[in-house]
C-alpha cells in the first residue's frame, strides 16, 4: 500500500461574488476525494480575467468568512487582498511554495476554469506549484481545445493517492455534482428581489441582504 508522503492542502480561488452553494458543495466533495482536511478559500483582489465587480474585495472575503461556521474544514485565505495588482495564481502559488514547501498543494478550479486555462498567467507553469483539481460544472461539457488537452495528457492522475505522494504536478478530474449555480445568475436575482436562499448559505444570503449588495449594476 503507498504511504502518503506530504500533507495536501486544498486551495479554492475565485472572485467569490458572491460565493455560493455550487462552490461549497464541489470543494466538500473534492476534500473528501482527496482527502484534505482544510478548504482554504482564496477570494481574489482584482479578477485578471472580469470586469472588476462593484463590491469590494473586502465585502467578497466577507461574504467567504460568513460561511466558515458551516463547516470546520473552512478557511478564509486574504492574501490576495493584501496586494493591489490583479491576482495572477501563479504569484501566489510561488508564494505559498515558498511558505509551504512540504506540503502538497491543491488547487481547485471549476471545469470553466479548466476550458480557459490557457488564458491564464504562465498556465503551463501552474503544475510546477500545485496540483490543479477540477470540479465539474452543470451547464458546462468537458470539450478542451488541443492545447490545453494535452497538458491535461501530460499530468493527469486518475488516482487521487498521487496527490499526497508529490508535492505538486497532477491534474485531477473530480466527479463532483452537476450545481447549475453561478454568481452571475444570483446578482441578477438579488437585483430583482427574487429568493435566492437555496443557492447560497443563510449566512452570506444575510450579509447581502444586510448591506444591500447587488441592488444596482
Ligand atoms: N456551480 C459550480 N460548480 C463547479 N465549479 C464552480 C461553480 N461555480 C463556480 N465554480 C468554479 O469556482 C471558481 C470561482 O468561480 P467564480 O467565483 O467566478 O464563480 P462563478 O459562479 O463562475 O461567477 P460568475 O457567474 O460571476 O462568472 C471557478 O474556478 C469556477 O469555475
Ligand atoms: O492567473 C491568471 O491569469 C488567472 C486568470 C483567471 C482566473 N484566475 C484565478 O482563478 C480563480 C477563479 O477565477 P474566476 O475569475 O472564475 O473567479 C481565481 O482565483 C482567479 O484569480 C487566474
Redo the contacts with the bound molecule.
Keep these: 500500500m503507498r504511504q502518503n508522503k506530504y500533507p495536501l492542502s486544498l486551495y479554492?480561488?475565485?472572485?467569490?461574488?458572491p460565493i455560493h452553494n455550487g462552490h461549497l458543495q464541489c470543494a466538500f466533495e473534492i476534500a473528501e476525494q482527496i482527502s484534505a482536511t482544510q478548504i482554504y478559500l482564496?477570494?481574489?483582489y482584482i479578477?485578471?480575467?472580469?470586469a472588476t465587480p462593484n463590491e469590494s474585495a473586502q465585502q467578497r472575503a466577507e461574504l467567504c468568512r460568513a460561511t466558515l461556521s458551516i463547516d470546520s474544514r473552512l478557511k478564509l485565505d486574504t492574501r490576495?487582498l493584501e496586494k493591489t495588482s490583479?491576482?495572477?495564481?501563479?504569484?501566489?502559488l510561488k508564494q505559498l511554495r515558498s511558505e509551504f514547501p512540504q506540503h502538497a498543494i491543491a488547487f481547485m478550479?471549476?471545469m470553466?476554469?479548466l476550458q480557459?486555462l490557457d488564458?491564464?498567467?504562465?498556465?503551463q507553469s501552474?503544475t510546477d506549484y500545485c496540483h490543479l483539481v477540477v470540479a465539474r460544472r452543470g451547464g458546462y461539457n468537458s470539450v478542451l481545445n488541443p492545447q490545453i488537452n494535452e497538458y491535461l495528457q501530460q499530468h493527469q492522475t486518475l488516482n487521487q493517492q498521487d496527490l499526497t505522494a508529490k508535492r505538486h504536478g497532477y491534474i485531477y478530474l473530480a466527479d463532483t455534482s452537476m450545481l447549475q449555480i453561478s454568481?452571475s445568475k444570483i446578482r441578477e436575482r438579488y437585483k430583482k428581489g427574487l429568493n435566492c436562499a437555496c443557492l447560497l448559505p443563510t449566512a452570506v444570503n444575510d450579509y447581502i441582504m444586510k448591506h444591500s449588495l447587488y441592488q444596482a449594476d
Design positions: 479554492f480561488g475565485g472572485t467569490f461574488n482564496l477570494p481574489n479578477p485578471p480575467h472580469k490576495e490583479p491576482s495572477y495564481t501563479i504569484e501566489t478550479i471549476g470553466d476554469s480557459t488564458t491564464w498567467s504562465h498556465w501552474l454568481s
